[in-house]
Every structure is written in structure tokens, then in C-alpha cells.
């Protein structure tokens, strides 16, 4: 009998199958693997966005307390953080007197005053005889034997020589001023300096004895607990602030963030160069600390904080990290993992807090966008997702 071709065929497509499989295994091994990428997933929650810059505490009501006349101050008593009660004297004067005139000084001025008296009496004389002309000239005035214009003049001396009397009085009282001297032995009565309100004292401009001037600043004081903060925003920040937002401090050597409220954005800018040299338009933001005064007791005036001004917060929104997002043309965009693929997605954009960035538009919760795509993810792409 003869043998059954069948096995002999099996073996002839052998060859074919095995060089078919090799090619399967070939195409796989070649087939590019999946890129690793880091992702995260969109969420829910909520979302703030601040505005960071250095600010300063200042006291709200500062009092400068000055001399109040020429003199000698004494030494002031009080050191800075001194506590000081309304009324308080804080600081004494001693009025400063005329200086004593010597021989000649004296005979000088004695020679003014003498002066002075002689012209004073030329001026009454004068007077007394323009008034006596113009009595005369009025009678002859109704008599109709003189012109008005005689008549004018007559009054324009009179008037004058009372003027001239009046001038001669006041260079006679200088004269006798000058001569006023303080009687020897005579102590003129000492000023004293008060406090106008209750709290410490901030600074002391004059401690020692020394000659003092009216109006030369002898010390401030001020209030330490009522404390409110400056700082300088950027003007299209401060433009975006409503009194009231809310302003957190931090970095004021405490162990937790101050709390504090915009009172007042100030109506004008200025202008302030950067430390790279820019000139920025800047505008002072006032805002009120409200931590109790307990929390806060080592926070002093013009002392540093670093502000955070919270522009803008929601306590429900879709949001993603800022690296999901990158430009796309004229748009926002980012990738989504589905399917194992990158799929490039058209987003609109919110508001950001500096790491997220609320999502209006093109995405949902739970989509698991890549960060940090950069070139090397690209629409249509395997890639193998790496959560952090």
C-alpha cells in the first residue's frame, strides 16, 4: 500500500508558517512603545487667584510732638516703647529770653527811641497845622473864594500827616522794644510739652538738653495695636481690588498667616523702577489687620510682611495643573489620555492661582490630561501614563 500524502504536506506549508510568525514578531518588536508621560486628572474644588508683593506695617494715627517755642530742652525722660498716658509731659522748655544790651548797644538804642519821640512830635505839629489849614480852606471853600482843587489838595495833607503819625508811633514802639530788657534775676516760666494721646513712644528725635527752635519734632508716638498695612501693587492689580478683599501676610516672623482687609486702593499711581530697571506704574493698597492683637503681639510699625491679596476665589470649579495647558495656534489646548492615546483637546481658560488654572470649556472631571507635553507628545500618540 502506499503512504498517506497528508503529513507530507504539513510539513511542505511548515516553512511558510514559520517565516509568517517571524514577521508577526518582527513587526511587534519594531512597533514604537508607548511614551512614558506624567498626568493628572481634572477635578473639582476650589481655586483662588492672588496677587503676591512685600508690604509694611504703619501705625494708622501718628503723632509728631513738638517744641511749641524757642528755648532750652531739657532732657527728655523717655525711651522708645516707653508707655505714655494721655496728658502725660513728655518733654519741658525753657523759654528762651532777650540777651542783655552791653554800653554801646544801649546808647544806641536809647539814641532810636530819642529819635523816634522827636519825629513823632514833628508829625503831631504837622498835623496840627494841615488840620488847621484845611478848616481854614473849607471856610473860604463855602465863601466860594477858592477852586475845589485847593480845596482837595488841602485834605490830601491832612490825610497824609495822620498817616505819617501813624508810621512814627510804630518806629517808636520798636524803639522801646528794643530796650525791654528781662529784669535781672527774672526766670521765665517753663513749658510743658504733653502727651495728645495714650500709647508708646514710637521714636526720640531730641534726648539731650540743647537749644531747640518752635517747631522742631521732639518725638512721634503712636499706637502699636492699631495697626494697618501698605503695599505696592502693580496699578492693573490694584485697579481689580473692591475694599473689602481679603489679604493674607505672611513672613512677619509669626508661625501662621495674619489675616487682614483692603480699606482703601489709593486714587493715584506712581512710578517705581524695578530691580532690573523697568519702570512700573505702582499704586499703594491699604489694608486693615484684623488677627487680634494677642496673635500678632511682636508685629510692630514699618515692620515687613509678605502680602498675598486674594484677587479672586470660588469654592467649586473645574480645574487642572498650569503644566496641562500650553498654546495651540491662538489657543489653549492640552492632551487627554484615552484609549492610550494623546488626544489634543481646544480649552478655554479661566482664572489661575500660579499652579492651577480653572477649565471653563473642553474638558470634563476625571479626564487625565498629560503635564509637560512639550514636542514630544503629539495628537494621536500611544503613550503610557505615569501618575504623580
Given amino acids: 500500500m502506499n503512504a498517506s500524502p497528508a503529513p507530507a504536506k504539513r510539513l511542505r506549508w511548515l516553512p511558510y508558517a514559520l517565516g509568517a510568525g517571524l514577521i508577526v514578531a518582527l513587526g511587534f518588536g519594531l512597533r514604537p512603545k508607548p511614551a ?56 519741658v522748655i525753657e523759654p528762651m529770653t532777650a540777651s542783655p544790651l552791653d554800653t554801646r548797644s544801649r546808647a544806641l538804642a536809647e ?13 503831631r505839629a504837622a498835623h496840627a497845622l494841615a488840620v488847621s489849614e484845611l478848616k481854614r480852606v473849607e471856610r473860604m471853600f463855602a465863601a466860594g473864594t477858592v477852586s475845589p482843587q485847593d480845596f482837595d489838595a488841602a485834605q490830601l495833607r491832612e490825610t497824609a500827616a495822620s498817616r505819617e503819625i501813624i508810621a512814627a508811633e510804630g518806629a517808636l514802639r520798636a524803639a522801646e522794644t528794643e530796650l525791654a530788657v528781662a529784669a535781672p534775676g527774672a526766670t521765665p516760666a517753663l513749658v510743658e510739652v504733653r502727651a495728645p494721646i495714650a500709647g508708646r513712644v514710637l521714636h526720640v528725635f531730641q534726648e539731650s538738653e540743647r537749644p531747640v527752635i518752635a517747631g522742631t519734632p521732639l518725638l512721634d508716638a503712636g499706637d502699636p495695636a492699631d495697626l494697618e498695612v501698605v503695599i505696592e501693587l502693580l496699578s492693573r492689580d490694584g485697579a481689580a481690588l473692591t475694599p473689602g478683599a481679603r489679604v493674607e501676610l505672611e513672613q512677619w516672623g509669626g508661625p501662621k498667616p495674619l489675616e487682614a482687609r483692603v480699606r482703601l486702593v489709593e486714587p493715584a499711581a506712581f512710578t517705581k523702577i524695578s530691580a532690573l530697571g523697568v519702570e512700573e506704574q505702582r499704586v499703594n493698597v491699604v489694608a486693615d489687620i484684623i488677627t487680634p492683637v494677642a496673635e500678632r503681639a511682636s508685629l510692630g510699625d514699618n515692620f515687613r510682611v509678605e502680602a498675598r491679596v486674594i484677587v479672586w476665589e470660588t469654592e467649586n470649579t473645574l480645574k487642572v495643573p498650569v503644566s496641562a495647558l500650553f498654546r495651540h495656534g491662538k489657543e489653549s489646548a492640552a492632551y487627554v489620555v484615552r484609549g492610550g492615546k494623546a488626544v489634543l483637546v481646544p480649552v478655554e481658560a479661566g482664572r489661575s492661582s500660579g499652579s492651577e488654572v480653572q477649565v471653563l470649556k473642553g474638558l470634563n472631571e476625571g479626564d487625565e490630561v498629560i503635564l509637560y507635553p512639550g514636542d514630544r507628545v503629539t495628537d494621536g500618540q500611544r503613550v503610557s501614563p505615569v501618575k504623580i
Fill in 111 to 123: 539814641a532810636r527811641r530819642d529819635s523816634a519821640v522827636a519825629a513823632l512830635e514833628k508829625t
Fill in 36 to 91: 512614558p508621560v506624567e498626568t493628572a486628572l481634572a477635578a473639582t474644588g476650589p481655586l483662588r487667584a492672588t496677587v503676591s508683593e512685600e508690604g509694611k506695617t504703619r501705625i494708622k494715627q501718628r503723632y509728631v510732638v513738638s517744641s511749641p517755642v524757642t528755648g532750652q530742652l531739657r532732657r527728655v525722660p523717655f525711651k522708645p516703647g516707653a508707655t505714655i498716658a494721655a496728658g502725660d509731659v513728655v518733654a
